[in-house]
């Protein structure tokens, strides 16, 4: 009994040391590891508002569903990882969330114009849509300076045969909304349906102006209703921070623990890097998004992880007062406060859940590490800390209790 | 100490060097909470709450630059594109905090590079720039009301199923009590109110409670088993210092959980984890020192009612 509990419980350490050692790389991977939100490596989060239409016809579902589909065109024309683009179809809205941007600016520029492309005669009359557009690309153009390279649709390309024949030497406009691109004027009739809007200084103006072009216009014009921008270097130098914090945090209730608690304390620390490895599994597991106040969540949930432990910890002491002995005390402290644990931590639970039912963005990170953090306190808990508490008094029931911080005198 | 029974109050007294009748002195602490709470109420009256731009809209821009700055070169220059809002400088000031209306984006491009030509080159990489329209923070603040409302409505059907309606009403008074102190001192010194404020002080009061119930939890078994003649405050006061130590660690360690953002986290969440501090201070305080005492004066008061109907018959 006594050596079998002290060979299960160095397995156990080992087994938890290997685990911590195997996650650390998988968990902080930048790409695979546990998701890091925009405020912990810059980035944008916008929320586009749809505008009403200026005639009064209501804006529909498929609207916000076709901008939506255009947007994430554009998005991922950006080279963003993991962008995020939800539809709000009640409040007409639009979520963007780029985490890892590398120029914020450009991002919110090419994604909030609605970017109609338009061909104007020289009485300034539209007379060819974005529409008959098939693709746009930036290129090299053929003397110095980059193009935009155009290649319409079966249709378009009649059109625009027939619009190049009736314009010659005349001037043909191509306007992005009310701005002018370029001005060219038509030298030959093109008919293949291949044209090249030139004088672009960068490859990259170019490139944007295609993106622009092809995907085409937004179906209703949308307004910046929020937008939260981080800068790359500001997000590293928060995520640090609340590193340190979290370090610092954990380090000191270790040695809260251990000095009120000796035994248990040490089995309440070790149960908190279960704790932790099992949370931080789960934030992964779920591509949870870790945020700034998420991480102010979880280092607020490992304070609150210990108290489950303090609470039984608590009962024992009275339990072994009042004349139990050691393995006995544990049992009946364990079954006993489990009724507070569980009471204490499901009213915690409904203040995080009505949180997450009700907050947006950087509040709903932080209800659901919260609330994550709890489920997971309780099921560690009642598993993981109760089983090694029974085989350290499974080693030696005749141990001083001392050990348990209790002192029996007289 | 003898041992093999439960405690006995008497015991209970023993085993804490610092013993004091919490109970008895009931009166001291519902007044030591008015000092407190009156301040913060007249001062919610007087100059309400500093909102942020989460609730009122707006822009806010903090932007670092590379060479310290003076307000005048910024609010100047705010002014020469048609701007004014109040500039915070800090940082040895080379940062600054600007805030302003809610910026259409080519407004606030114009901003930004009259800031660079006027007061000087600022890193780009760490600008951090939030822009909130009106409606939204009307938004923000009925879904904060409501989530408040609801997370209350669930949390007194919670313990009247698992405790009594009294205790559900002593707990939520309780609540009330540390979010109004929290709030009262955000208002007395005027600190800004965001978004995660609302966090803040829906995890106060989910935190508090759960320290409430440990207390309760306590006071629902020692009830329990209460024979006649026992007193009910005594039974109340013991049940107080059996859960004392309890109250004590469960606090500290989130209280060192906290500190600890507080201190290094940064200034993004310095506000709410002072707001969470202020709110787990109180919480602590008002579990021990309000909740069970409330409590204790509805039972009492509703016992009393009881007893004089008896009286009044028997005349």
Do not use: C
């Not at chain 1, 960068?202 to 209703?220: F, I, K, Q, W, Y």
């Not at chain 2, 859960?243 to 906290?258: D, E, F, G, P």
């Amino acid at each position: 009994m006594r050596r079998g509990n002290i060979i299960k419980l160095v397995v156990l350490v080992l087994l938890v040391a290997t685990a911590v050692a195997l996650s650390i790389k998988p968990l902080v991977d930048p790409v695979k590891g546990v998701l890091l939100g925009l405020d912990l490596r810059g980035g944008v989060h916008l929320v586009l508002q749809a505008e009403p239409n200026e005639d009064g016809t209501p804006i529909t579902k498929d609207d916000i569903d076709k901008a939506k589909a255009i947007i994430e065109k554009r998005v991922n024309d950006l080279g963003v990882s993991e962008p995020i683009v939800q539809p709000d179809y009640d409040k007409k809205r639009i979520v963007i969330d780029l985490a890892g941007v590398t120029d914020p600016d450009k991002a919110v520029d090419i994604l909030k114009t609605t970017a109609k492309l338009t061909f104007r005669d020289p009485q300034g009359n539209v007379v060819l849509k974005g529409e008959d557009l098939k693709d746009a690309k930036g290129g090299q153009g053929q003397g110095s300076g980059y193009v935009v390279n155009l290649s319409f649709s079966s249709e378009g390309a009649k059109k625009f045969g027939d619009l190049t024949t009736q314009l010659i030497g005349q001037r043909l406009g191509v306007y992005l909304d009310d701005d002018l691109l370029t001005n060219p004027t038509v030298n030959t009739p093109i008919l293949n349906g291949q044209a090249e809007i030139t004088g672009y200084d960068t490859l990259e103006s170019a490139a944007n102006d295609a993106v622009l072009m092809r995907s085409g216009s937004l179906p209703v014009s949308m307004s910046i209703a929020e937008k939260r921008q981080v800068g790359a270097s500001l997000g590293v130098d928060s995520l640090n921070k609340s590193i340190q914090a979290g370090l610092y945090g954990l380090i000191f209730i270790f040695l809260f623990m251990l000095i009120f608690y000796r035994i248990p304390g040490a089995v309440a620390n070790f149960s908190l890097f279960v704790y932790a490895l099992i949370v931080l599994w789960v934030f992964w597991g779920f591509r949870v998004v870790l945020t700034l106040p998420g991480i102010a969540g979880f280092i607020l949930s490992v304070g609150m992880a210990v108290d489950f432990n303090i609470i039984i910890y608590e009962r024992i002491k009275e339990e072994i007062r009042a004349g139990k002995s050691l393995r006995a005390g544990v049992e009946s402290g364990f079954s006993r406060a489990f009724i507070t644990v569980i009471d204490a931590h499901v009213t915690t639970l409904i203040a995080a859940l009505t949180l997450y039912y009700f907050g947006t963005g950087a509040i709903k990170g932080f209800a659901l590490t919260l609330g994550v953090g709890i489920v997971v306190t309780l099921f560690t808990g009642i598993t993981f800390t109760r089983t090694v508490l029974r085989w350290i008094v499974g080693t030696n029931p005749k141990m001083n209790t001392t050990w348990f911080g209790v002192r029996r005198d007289g | 100490m003898k041992t093999g029974h439960p405690a006995t109050y008497d015991e209970v007294k023993q085993v804490h060097p610092l013993y004091f009748n919490i109970v008895k002195r009931r009166l001291w602490w519902f007044a030591l909470s008015l000092v407190v709470l009156i301040p913060g109420i007249i001062s919610l009256f007087m100059q309400g709450l500093n909102l942020g731009i989460d609730y009122k809209g707006g822009s806010m821009l903090d932007m670092t630059f590379n060479k310290s700055v003076t307000q005048a070169a910024i609010t100047d220059t705010m002014k020469s594109v048609g701007l004014e809002g109040p500039v915070q400088l800090s940082n040895g000031d080379t940062s600054a905090l600007i805030r302003t209306e809610a910026l259409e984006e080519e407004k606030r491009n114009e901003l930004l590079a009259a800031l660079q030509t006027n007061v000087g080159d600022y890193d780009k990489t760490s600008l951090k720039d939030d822009k909130v329209g009106p409606a939204m923070g009307q938004e923000l603040t009925r879904n904060a009301l409501w989530a408040l409302l609801i997370a209350m409505g669930l949390m007194i059907g919670y313990i009247t199923i698992r405790f009594q309606f009294v205790f559900a009403i002593s707990g939520i008074i309780a609540l009330l009590h540390d979010v109004l102190v929290v709030v009262g001192i955000f208002s007395l010194f005027q600190l800004e109110i965001d978004s995660s404020f609302v966090a803040a002080i829906l995890t106060v009061f989910g935190y508090s409670i759960n320290d409430t119930v440990i207390i309760f939890d306590r006071i629902r078994e020692n009830e329990a088993k209460m024979k006649k003649g026992d007193i009910f405050e005594d039974m109340v006061d013991k049940s107080i210092w059996q859960t004392m130590r309890r109250s004590i660690n469960t606090s500290l360690t989130v209280l060192i959980a906290l500190l600890s953002i507080y201190i290094l986290g940064g200034v993004s969440t310095k506000l709410f984890s002072l707001a969470m501090l202020i709110g787990v201070l109180t919480g602590a305080y008002s579990s021990i020192f309000i909740a069970s005492q409330i409590l204790l004066e509805i039972k009492i008061r509703t016992k009393k009612t009881r007893k004089g109907g008896k009286r009044f018959a028997l005349k």
